[in-house]
Each structure stands twice: as structure tokens, then as C-alpha cells.
């Protein structure tokens, strides 16, 4: 089996850490870049000595919070500075992990995608991207973000996808060379989990193995909850689909 070496740039992140042990079971060379590795994809810091002989970026760096102006500026910094670094290092291609609706959004994090998308396919390095849905993970995330002892979680369609799949997925992108970049007739690649579920009631599982309190209410008052609630964030008939479903990740988690 032929290796390459990877620099995954959020590396410590959630999906981070699954690319990084995908790819180390794999037996590539993995550089991991994040700021506690010394790489700050903002400042450029690092940036060039960890792309020394490198031959793909995977780019998994994300802003930590859903303001849209914010995590716009983030991804458009990060991503030119990614593309002008590896290009100076003369990497063969960068692949970045973008979600599903991304083309749909008119606001919130996932709109800001559109920036991260646009800036991949409109630099100097060729481009590829990995459209994800909602990660298992993300669950317990909206049940932190709870204000009191009950968790109001919006009641919309979702398929949700383990973050060990999608670093699975992202991996096989990146490794293969032939891969056929997005353009007319080829539509960006989706992963997602087996089904489709509804977010609330995800929540209700993990609330109960929590013991915390999983309301259900309207996604009105979120971002683009009028394109949620009719399925503009569910996968595409070309998507992969892949397991675990939430219930059986959830049962490996307890």
C-alpha cells in the first residue's frame, strides 16, 4: 500500500482527532496542525515548517462559536492562508470538510461555509470537499448549551453521521489522487448517517442517559429553520450514506 503524508490542519478538534487516527491506522505520515502543535492557521504561524514534504492538506479547522460574521472571517483567513503556504510547499491538493446545505443557507455557521467552500475552490491549489451532515456529537453539544435544567431543542429533520465516518470518508477523498474535483456535473461529495431523524428526539435518548430534561420545540427561532423544517439540510440522492445510526453511537458511548 502506497502512503503519503497528510497535515490536518484542526487536528485537536472533534473531527480532527477521528482524521488523525484514520489516517495513522492507514499508515500515512500525519502532521497534526492546531495551536497547541505550534500551526496557527490565522497568524500563519508554523504553517510553512509543518508543510515541509507534505503531499495533502485536510482541512478540518472550524470557528468554535455559530456567529456568522465571525466564523466568515475565520474561514476565509484560514483557508488563504492554507492555500498560500501549501503552495509554496508545493502540496499536491487540499480537501476541507464543508456541511450539508451549505448552498442553501442564508445565515448562521452553515452560511459561512459558503465562504470556506468558495475560498478551497477559488485558490491555488486544486480543491476538493467532503459536504458533511450533523455529527452524533453535536447532541450532547446543544444539550450543554441548555439555559436551566431543560434543554429546548428544535424539532427538525436531520440525518446525523459519526464523526469516525466522516473522518473515514474524508480520508478516502484525500488519499485518492484521481478523485474528480467539484465542477459542472460533479456535485460536491455528502456523507451522512443511514436515516433521517429528528434532532429532539436524538436529544431525548442522550438526555435520558444524562438525566437532563429534552423539550422539543419549533426551529423558528434558529437560523434557516423554515429550510430545515422542509428537508433542505438532509442529503442529496447522491450522498453516501453510512452507520452508525444516533442510537446504536449512542449505546457504544455508554
Same mark, same amino acid.
Given at each position: 500500500m502506497s502512503t503519503s503524508k497528510f497535515a @490536518?490542519?484542526?487536528?485537536?478538534?472533534r473531527l480532527g482527532r477521528h482524521v488523525v487516527d484514520v489516517l495513522t491506522e492507514r499508515g500515512h505520515q500525519v502532521v497534526?496542525? $492546531?495551536?497547541?502543535t505550534g500551526v496557527d492557521v490565522i497568524t500563519g504561524e508554523g504553517l510553512a515548517d509543518a508543510l515541509v514534504g507534505v503531499d495533502v492538506i485536510i482541512? @478540518?479547522? $472550524? =470557528?468554535?462559536? $455559530?456567529? /456568522?460574521e465571525a466564523a466568515t472571517k475565520f474561514f476565509r483567513t484560514a483557508t488563504g492562508n492554507l492555500h498560500e503556504a501549501g503552495l509554496r510547499a508545493e502540496v499536491d491538493r487540499i480537501v476541507a470538510v464543508s456541511i450539508i446545505g451549505t448552498d442553501k443557507a442564508t445565515a448562521g455557521f452553515v452560511a459561512?461555509? /459558503? !465562504?470556506?467552500?468558495? #475560498?478551497?475552490? $477559488?485558490g491555488p491549489l486544486p480543491a476538493r470537499i467532503l459536504r458533511a451532515a450533523q455529527f452524533h456529537e453535536f447532541v450532547g453539544?446543544?444539550?450543554? =448549551?441548555?439555559?436551566?435544567? !431543560?434543554?429546548?431543542?428544535? #424539532?427538525?429533520?436531520?440525518?446525523? !453521521?459519526a464523526c469516525r465516518t466522516v473522518a473515514e470518508t474524508l480520508v478516502d477523498l484525500?488519499?485518492?489522487?484521481? #478523485?474528480?474535483? %467539484?465542477? %459542472?456535473? !460533479?456535485?460536491?461529495?455528502?456523507?451522512?448517517?443511514?436515516?433521517t431523524e429528528i434532532m429532539s428526539e436524538a436529544a431525548k435518548l442522550l438526555g435520558a442517559r444524562r438525566g437532563i430534561e429534552v423539550v422539543g420545540v419549533d426551529g423558528s427561532g434558529m437560523p434557516d429553520g423554515d429550510i430545515a423544517a422542509v428537508g433542505g439540510f438532509l442529503p442529496g440522492s447522491h450522498a453516501e450514506l453510512a452507520g452508525p445510526t444516533f442510537r446504536e453511537w449512542l449505546d457504544t458511548q455508554f
Open positions: @490536518v490542519a484542526g487536528a485537536t478538534g497534526p496542525m $492546531s495551536r497547541t482541512d @478540518v479547522a $472550524s =470557528w468554535h462559536a $455559530s456567529d /456568522q459561512a461555509q /459558503q !465562504v470556506h467552500e468558495e #475560498a478551497n475552490l $477559488s453539544q446543544l444539550l450543554d =448549551w441548555r439555559q436551566g435544567d !431543560v434543554a429546548r431543542v428544535p #424539532a427538525l429533520p436531520t440525518q446525523l !453521521v484525500a488519499a485518492d489522487p484521481g #478523485a474528480a474535483l %467539484p465542477g %459542472p456535473g !460533479v456535485p460536491i461529495p455528502e456523507i451522512a448517517g443511514p436515516r
